[in-house]
């Protein structure tokens, strides 16, 4: 019923995922704009910069091998191995004061005495120059065990069930990085006094399951079209790691500058930083279609299109919050509710593309 007992594959992907949703990150107003209205939010002179869409969107280049073997001997069926794996996608953003003088990063104040819409300024004209770094990547790969079992095999037809492992893995994560140097005294703070800060906001997710599908080939002299739809079934595990850092380096008269390091920086808090485990029941359907033409009796050119969808991940930027309680920074303490927190946001997550491999059976 086999004609051929081993087989192997091997792929070029260029495939698209899902983007996680990123909030908006960094503002700016026109150069005349009030300091207490420098870059908040819902004011009509506030512009956003950075955030307010999707991050990890973009078409991503990729790999995949597939090896398998039949056993005849032991009747219809067969087993394979297969595993793919995309390029990290990234997005980086670098903003400067030189160009724009005004660079804010917007949040929401919940303190008591002062809630609403507000901004920590980066730079502003006379007062403040400095930079900003935003910057993410997303990265994405699969395996599967299966065994095959056929139902129907005939010269212009095949039919067969699957049925095995499977495995997914997206690791993505977010970075917000700030300079500032105070270039006027209005803020009581030191001139030449500097500040960096960081907050970082990363998630690992794993998927194991067990999958399920169905496999069926038609047949026109050389050339073939394959179909496959499967389901798995199983757990996502994730994993949620908030951590963040300022830096304030004071010059000293007639001395060296002095620099102090803390936890926190202005989306990491107390309130928020740490590591954050979960799981979740989850599943993977997933839906291939492939053109084939022989070049031989071994060797096949496939094109084919593969849409693969996971129904429960953490992405690391939908788990910022933008609340930010700034009476928790007092030597008096907080007041008020603590923010930001960690509120577990889970979502789904696909990709999906073209792919244009070889097939060699002997």
Same mark, same amino acid.
């Given at each position: 019923?086999?004609?051929?007992?081993?087989?192997?594959?091997?792929?070029?992907?260029?495939?698209?995922?899902?983007?996680?949703?990123?909030?908006?990150?960094?503002?700016?107003?026109?150069?005349?704009?009030?300091?207490?209205?420098?870059?908040?939010?819902?004011?009509?002179?506030?512009?956003?910069?950075?955030?307010?869409?999707?991050?990890?969107?973009?078409?991503?280049?990729?790999?995949?091998?597939?090896?398998?073997?039949?056993?005849?001997? !032991?009747?219809?069926?067969?087993?394979?191995?297969?595993?793919?794996?995309?390029?990290?996608?990234?997005?980086?953003?670098?903003?400067?004061?030189?160009?724009?003088?005004?660079?804010?990063?917007?949040?929401?104040?919940?303190?008591?005495?002062?809630?609403?819409?507000?901004?920590?300024?980066?730079?502003?004209?006379?007062?403040?120059?400095?930079?900003?770094?935003?910057?993410?990547?997303?990265?994405?790969?699969?395996?599967?065990?299966?065994?095959?079992?056929?139902?129907?095999?005939?010269?212009?037809?095949?039919?067969?069930?699957?049925?095995?492992?499977?495995?997914?893995?997206?690791?993505?994560?977010?970075?917000?990085?700030?300079?500032?140097?105070?270039?006027?005294?209005?803020?009581?703070?030191?001139?030449?006094?500097?500040?960096?800060?960081?907050?970082?906001?990363?998630?690992?997710?794993?998927?194991?399951?067990?999958?399920?599908?169905?496999?069926?080939?038609?047949?026109?002299?050389?050339?073939?079209?394959? *179909?496959?739809?499967?389901?798995?079934?199983?757990?996502?595990?994730?994993?949620?790691?908030?951590?963040?850092?300022?830096?304030?380096?004071?010059?000293?008269?007639?001395?060296?500058?002095?620099?102090?390091?803390?936890?926190?920086?202005?989306? *990491?808090?107390?309130?928020?930083?740490?590591?954050?485990?979960?799981?979740?029941?989850?599943?993977?359907?997933?839906?291939?279609?492939?053109?084939?033409?022989?070049?031989?009796?071994? *060797?096949?050119?496939?094109?084919?299109?593969?849409?693969?969808?996971?129904?429960?991940?953490? !992405?690391?930027?939908?788990?910022?919050?933008?609340?930010?309680?700034?009476?928790?920074?007092?030597?008096?303490?907080?007041?008020?509710?603590?923010?930001?927190?960690?509120? !577990?946001?889970?979502?789904?997550?696909?990709?999906?593309?073209?792919?244009?491999?070889?097939?060699?059976?002997?």
């Amino acid at each position: 019923c086999c004609p051929t007992v081993y087989w192997g594959r091997i792929d070029y992907l260029y495939w698209y995922g899902s983007g996680a949703d990123v909030p908006a990150l960094v503002s700016t107003s026109p150069p005349n704009t009030d300091r207490e209205d420098a870059g908040v939010l819902g004011l009509p002179t506030t512009s956003i910069l950075v955030g307010n869409e999707e991050f990890g969107d973009q078409g991503r280049s990729g790999g995949r091998i597939e090896l398998g073997r039949w056993f005849p001997q !032991r009747g219809g069926w067969g087993l394979h191995f297969s595993m793919l794996g995309l390029e990290d996608g990234k997005d980086s953003q670098y903003l400067r004061s030189v160009g724009i003088p005004i660079l804010a990063r917007p949040f929401f104040g919940v303190e008591p005495s002062a809630s609403g819409p507000n901004a920590e300024l980066i730079a502003f004209p006379n007062e403040l120059e400095g930079n900003v770094l935003v910057g993410a990547s997303t990265s994405y790969e699969a395996a599967e065990v299966m065994l095959h079992w056929i139902l129907e095999d005939c010269p212009d037809r095949r039919l067969q069930f699957v049925a095995g492992y499977q495995y997914h893995r997206l690791d993505d994560d977010i970075l917000i990085a700030d300079f500032k140097r105070v270039m006027g005294g209005s803020s009581g703070v030191p001139f030449g006094t500097t500040l960096s800060e960081n907050d970082y906001f990363s998630s690992e997710n794993r998927f194991h399951g067990v999958a399920l599908g169905c496999l069926a080939s038609v047949r026109n002299r050389r050339a073939t079209l394959d *179909t496959a739809m499967k389901l798995a079934l199983g757990t996502t595990r994730s994993s949620v790691l908030i951590n963040g850092s300022t830096t304030a380096t004071v010059p000293m008269p007639g001395g060296p500058a002095e620099a102090r390091t803390t936890p926190g920086g202005l989306l *990491t808090q107390r309130s928020n930083m740490g590591v954050y485990d979960n799981s979740s029941f989850a599943v993977a359907p997933e839906l291939s279609v492939n053109l084939g033409y022989d070049l031989n009796s071994k *060797t096949r050119v496939l094109l084919g299109y593969q849409f693969i969808y996971w129904s429960q991940v953490a !992405r690391a930027s939908e788990q910022i919050d933008l609340g930010v309680n700034l009476t928790q920074l007092d030597p008096g303490g907080l007041e008020g509710e603590p923010r930001p927190i960690f509120d !577990r946001k889970m979502t789904d997550y696909w990709v999906q593309g073209l792919s244009l491999g070889l097939d060699c059976r002997y």
